[in-house]
């Protein structure tokens, strides 16, 4: 197994403390999204560095020798590199055009390179930093890291190399978009997401080839104009293989302040895993929700004291997406999810219950909209939203307990319109087919049972009847039914005298007969026994009661 290449009290935190002049740098610096280092070389001395202080070179900072595997430089090819608006009368293999970008470590250009006539990017070590041995090893090994990784979120590196002046490049695929910092507030939250998901991607290939990044954050990330999402910057990157001479040997700790997971803060290599990228996951998620980074304070070396301590920034937002991010940011490392595929998981379901409460959004505007008016269909319309939310997201106790409301509505509205099947299966599906309501609606559906077939069978005996009969509603006089003997006798057509009223009949023999009849029809009482005479259809008399 191989040492340790960190001595024992390797801080970041600590080591800031415990030099006046770092001290008084850090607490001076604002607390940016710029990456802060802790690096040793190989007899265990170390030193801060952070893109602010660059005229702060290598300074002993902690002593205690530890083995550091060094990277050998004899490997890396020599290969002709002319500088954006220079001229050179030797054959140049790259042509660097103009400047794309630049971190803490390197500046990325445009380059030509001529062999395979090609538009490539090229980063470039930094020239304050070319005869730095640390800045050396440790462009070497992010160069190394890359170059290892095949993965199609993670740019691809074509070639390492060192130009006229000795200086460290390595060229890699060209980019055409932006740093997803840049555009982070313009995307929605939907675009934010899916680069997230995307970027899981990367780090769940990287930590299969037992990698973990330490540095994940918006400045970090490459979006192409195609829809490209590549992880950049792997620099900070650490190996959990003891037997990996490539990366276990790095003698650096560190992170971005503004992101940093408590272990890396406090500079515990120990402690360091891959639920230390989950942190960072976890921080861009806090970013997409909220528009800020977890952890603030009022210079560098507050931002890390509240990195070390776990201090999340305060937000009002109390979606299941921020209880996300909240418990991939748990200060101990073993309460984070267990790996990114469970904080992937956890992104799909979020979005299914997202979608789940936009659904019943939709059916409360709906059934608000169609109020006291609303019809079957309305209801049918609504129930199937609410379904379809439950679908989504099968423990959205809000859509059952609507879903309930809704059929109870439904039924009610049913019962008035005289469907009281539908009503009572309606109350079973609510769970309330023992309910007084549903008592009451099942007697009055027992009663019109009871009450069709007393008229089914009054209806039977009276059409077969051998006396002429004419069957009238009191409430109006509207002829409901005339029998056999009575379109025989009158010859009258029973089919066309329903639905017609007494007054419509032209039977009378006069309008007083006819008159005296209706003004009896309106009480029941009266109408007992009433006797009173129509016209045949033979035109004579006939006495009816």
Same mark, same amino acid.
């Given at each position: 197994?191989k040492? #340790?290449?960190?001595?024992?009290s390797?801080?970041?935190?600590?080591?800031?403390?415990?030099?006046?002049?770092?001290?008084q740098r850090?607490t001076? /610096? =604002? &607390?940016?999204?710029? +990456?802060v280092?802790?690096?040793f $070389?190989?007899?265990?001395?170390? @030193?801060?560095?952070?893109?602010?202080w660059r005229?702060?070179q290598?300074?002993?900072?902690?002593?205690?020798?530890?083995?550091?595997?060094q990277?050998? %430089?004899g490997?890396?090819?020599?290969?002709p590199?002319v500088?954006?608006?220079?001229?050179s009368e030797?054959?140049t293999?790259?042509?660097?055009?103009?400047?794309?970008? /630049?971190?803490?470590?390197g500046?990325?250009y445009q380059a030509h390179q001529?062999a395979?006539?090609r538009e490539?990017?090229?980063?470039?070590?930094?020239?304050?930093l070319a005869?730095?041995?640390?800045?050396? =090893?440790r462009?070497?090994?992010?160069?190394? +890291?890359?170059?290892?990784l095949d993965?199609?979120?993670?740019?691809?590196?074509?070639?390492?190399?060192?130009?006229?002046?000795?200086?460290?490049?390595?060229s890699m695929?060209?980019?055409d978009?932006?740093?997803?910092?840049r555009?982070?507030?313009? *995307?929605?939250?939907?675009?934010?997401? $899916?680069?997230l998901v995307?970027?899981?991607?990367?780090?769940r290939?990287?930590h299969?080839?037992?990698?973990?990044?330490?540095?994940?954050?918006?400045?970090n990330?490459?979006?192409?104009r195609f829809?490209?999402?590549?992880?950049?910057? !792997?620099?900070?990157a650490?190996?959990?293989?003891?037997?990996?001479s490539?990366?276990?040997?790095?003698?650096?700790?560190g992170?971005?302040?503004?992101? *940093?997971a408590?272990?890396?803060?406090?500079? $515990?290599?120990a402690?360091?895993?891959?639920? +230390?990228d989950?942190?960072?996951?976890?921080?861009?998620?806090?970013?997409?929700l909220t528009?800020?980074?977890?952890?603030?304070?009022e210079?560098?070396?507050?931002?890390?004291?509240?990195?070390a301590?776990?201090?999340?920034?305060e937000?009002s937002?109390? /979606?299941?997406?921020?209880?996300v991010?909240?418990?991939?940011?748990? +200060?101990?490392?073993?309460?984070?999810f267990? #790996?990114?595929?469970?904080?992937?998981d956890?992104?799909?379901? %979020?979005?299914?219950? %997202?979608?789940?409460?936009?659904l019943l959004?939709?059916?409360?505007?709906?059934?608000?909209?169609?109020g006291?008016? &609303?019809k079957?269909?309305?209801?049918g319309?609504?129930?199937?939203?609410?379904r379809?939310a439950?679908d989504? !997201?099968?423990?959205?106790?809000?859509?059952?307990?609507?879903?309930? =409301?809704?059929?109870?509505?439904?039924a009610?509205? &049913?019962?008035?319109?005289?469907?009281?099947d539908?009503?009572?299966?309606?109350?079973?599906q609510?769970?309330q087919?023992?309910?007084?309501l549903?008592a009451?609606?099942r007697? =009055?559906?027992?009663? @019109? @049972?009871?009450?069709?077939v007393?008229e089914?069978?009054?209806s039977?005996?009276f059409?077969?009847?051998?006396d002429?009969?004419?069957m009238?509603?009191?409430? #109006?006089?509207?002829?409901?039914e005339a029998?056999?003997?009575?379109?025989?006798?009158?010859?009258?057509?029973?089919?066309?005298?329903?639905?017609k009223t007494?007054l419509?009949?032209?039977? !009378?023999p006069?309008?007083d007969? @006819?008159?005296?009849?209706? %003004?009896?029809?309106?009480?029941v009482?009266g109408?007992?026994?009433?006797e009173?005479?129509i016209?045949?259809? #033979?035109?004579?008399?006939l006495? *009816?009661?």
């Amino acid at each position: 197994m191989k040492p #340790d290449p960190h001595p024992p009290s390797a801080n970041l935190l600590a080591t800031l403390q415990a030099d006046p002049e770092l001290l008084q740098r850090a607490t001076a /610096s =604002q &607390a940016t999204s710029l +990456t802060v280092t802790l690096e040793f $070389d190989s007899t265990g001395r170390g @030193r801060i560095d952070h893109p602010d202080w660059r005229d702060r070179q290598s300074l002993p900072l902690v002593a205690g020798a530890s083995p550091v595997v060094q990277l050998d %430089e004899g490997f890396v090819p020599y290969r002709p590199m002319v500088g954006p608006g220079k001229r050179s009368e030797l054959e140049t293999e790259y042509r660097l055009v103009g400047m794309l970008g /630049s971190g803490g470590t390197g500046v990325v250009y445009q380059a030509h390179q001529r062999a395979i006539n090609r538009e490539v990017a090229v980063k470039v070590l930094r020239d304050e930093l070319a005869k730095d041995p640390l800045a050396r =090893q440790r462009f070497l090994l992010e160069a190394r +890291t890359i170059g290892s990784l095949d993965h199609p979120n993670v740019i691809a590196l074509h070639e390492l190399g060192t130009g006229p002046q000795g200086e460290l490049f390595y060229s890699m695929k060209r980019i055409d978009g932006t740093s997803w910092d840049r555009s982070m507030d313009q *995307m929605s939250f939907e675009e934010n997401l $899916d680069t997230l998901v995307r970027l899981c991607d990367a780090i769940r290939y990287a930590h299969s080839r037992e990698l973990i990044h330490r540095d994940i954050k918006p400045e970090n990330v490459m979006l192409g104009r195609f829809g490209e999402v590549l992880l950049a910057d !792997w620099g900070l990157a650490m190996s959990l293989d003891v037997d990996d001479s490539l990366t276990t040997g790095r003698a650096a700790i560190g992170g971005t302040p503004a992101y *940093m997971a408590p272990e890396l803060a406090a500079g $515990d290599t120990a402690a360091q895993s891959i639920l +230390t990228d989950i942190y960072l996951l976890g921080a861009l998620l806090f970013r997409i929700l909220t528009g800020h980074p977890p952890h603030h304070g009022e210079n560098l070396l507050d931002c890390i004291r509240r990195a070390a301590a776990n201090e999340i920034r305060e937000t009002s937002i109390r /979606s299941g997406w921020i209880q996300v991010a909240l418990r991939a940011m748990a +200060t101990r490392p073993h309460d984070r999810f267990a #790996d990114v595929a469970a904080f992937a998981d956890a992104l799909a379901r %979020e979005k299914e219950h %997202e979608r789940s409460i936009d659904l019943l959004r939709r059916a409360d505007r709906l059934i608000r909209k169609v109020g006291t008016d &609303a019809k079957h269909q309305d209801y049918g319309i609504v129930e199937a939203l609410i379904r379809e939310a439950l679908d989504a !997201w099968p423990g959205n106790r809000e859509a059952a307990e609507t879903l309930a =409301q809704l059929q109870m509505s439904h039924a009610r509205a &049913a019962a008035a319109n005289g469907d009281f099947d539908l009503a009572l299966n309606l109350l079973a599906q609510a769970g309330q087919a023992d309910s007084e309501l549903s008592a009451r609606i099942r007697g =009055q559906r027992d009663s @019109r @049972r009871e009450q069709a077939v007393r008229e089914s069978r009054f209806s039977q005996l009276f059409t077969q009847s051998p006396d002429a009969g004419l069957m009238i509603r009191c409430a #109006d006089g509207e002829i409901v039914e005339a029998n056999n003997r009575f379109e025989t006798l009158t010859g009258h057509d029973a089919g066309a005298l329903v639905g017609k009223t007494i007054l419509e009949l032209d039977l !009378w023999p006069n309008v007083d007969v @006819r008159n005296r009849f209706v %003004e009896v029809l309106a009480t029941v009482e009266g109408a007992v026994d009433f006797e009173t005479r129509i016209i045949g259809r #033979d035109g004579k008399l006939l006495d *009816m009661s």
